[in-house]
């Protein structure tokens, strides 16, 4: 991955694809850097006991639940990254996908990678205490395949239920949120309708939307705790796609995009429009990689797997 440095970003993705992760090879070794040891300890320790043992445990279910999935996101990308970072020119620019921004800091240099899982846990239980854990999901995905009629109705019964733009995904995908009884009212809607080309996504708090103002104080203050410094590396916010330059902007971005709607469509616009032609995906999964492969199909995607760079 010679080149230069400034075509280079790398992309930490959300939860979604946690749940299948394998975590064994990951485990530290003698050859790894000390802060992935640390790293390890410190998700070890909110888990209750050594990482991988426990994950082994955990069914699917289990792993999707907010405050481990967010744990699984933060470790699997900060020990990707550790493993990598020693052949890879340093990025120009680090993304992160929801979650995924807590630990796209701490590869900008914002934050200690031995600090993440604690801000992890404090986000996820944050989200989670804000407005309760639905036993159904607070999300739906919505494409832009409809009749203009059709579109109308969605639009208005978009309104009449509550729901809120949570994610732009791409200018013609997004997601919105709402409480859950909200949701599945919404989508009882769509079925009679004809669908509404929507799609329910299984996770049970609203995110990134009003509903989960609540949870801003105590994630402020979870950040407030922590040694933060201005990014070494360019960070692009979500809610925003403009760039995080000082530690203020670090904690208001990472505070404000808990209740305020991810433009990630702008954020990988933003990405190609600053010259990026190579990109490291460090998942989980590689859908945030493809979509932005899908607006430049001459960038260079690549992946890590079990630590191991690899051409996707």
Do not use: K
């Not at 620019?93 to 807590?102: L, P, Q, R």
């Not at 978009?158 to 809120?164: D, F, I, K, N, S």
């Not at 939307?209 to 705790?225: E, F, K, M, N, T």
């Not at 709607?261 to 990405?271: A, E, F, K, N, R």
């Amino acid at each position: 991955m010679s080149g230069p440095v400034q075509r280079l970003a790398v992309i930490c993705a959300g939860q979604g694809a946690q749940a299948e992760l394998d975590f064994s090879a990951l485990r530290p070794g003698a050859d790894d850097a000390v802060e992935a040891h640390v790293l390890w300890r410190a998700a070890s320790a909110q888990l209750g006991g050594d990482w991988q043992d426990q994950w082994s445990t955990l069914d699917a279910v289990s792993r999707r639940a907010n405050r481990v999935a967010q744990l699984a996101v933060a470790l699997w990308q900060g020990l990707q990254w550790l493993r990598v970072r020693t052949v890879l020119p340093t990025p120009a620019w680090v993304i992160g996908y929801s979650a995924g921004e807590v630990a796209a800091q701490a590869i900008a240099g914002s934050l200690a990678f031995a600090d993440v899982p604690g801000l992890m846990t404090a986000r996820a239980e944050a989200m989670d205490a804000a407005c309760g854990v639905a036993d159904s999901p607070c999300l739906v995905l919505l494409g832009s395949r409809l009749p203009a009629a059709a579109r109308q109705r969605r639009e208005a019964a978009l309104q009449r239920h509550g729901l809120c733009l949570s994610i732009q995904r791409t200018p013609a995908e997004a997601v919105w949120a709402a409480p859950a009884a909200q949701i599945a009212a919404f989508l009882a809607d769509a079925t009679q309708d004809g669908g509404w080309d929507a799609r329910a996504v299984d996770v049970r708090v609203p995110s990134h939307s009003v509903y989960l103002q609540p949870a801003l104080h105590p994630w402020r203050a979870a950040l407030a705790a922590c040694a933060v410094q201005a990014p070494q590396t360019g960070v692009l916010a979500g809610i925003t796609g403009d760039p995080v330059r000082t530690a203020d902007a670090v904690r208001s971005t990472l505070v404000d995009q808990l209740a305020q709607p991810i433009q990630w469509s702008d954020v990988l616009q933003g990405l190609l429009e600053r010259g990026v032609t190579r990109v490291l995906d460090l998942g989980p999964g590689s859908d945030q990689g493809r979509l932005l492969e899908a607006q430049q199909a001459d960038l260079q995607l690549f992946q890590v797997s079990a630590g191991i760079l690899v051409r996707s």
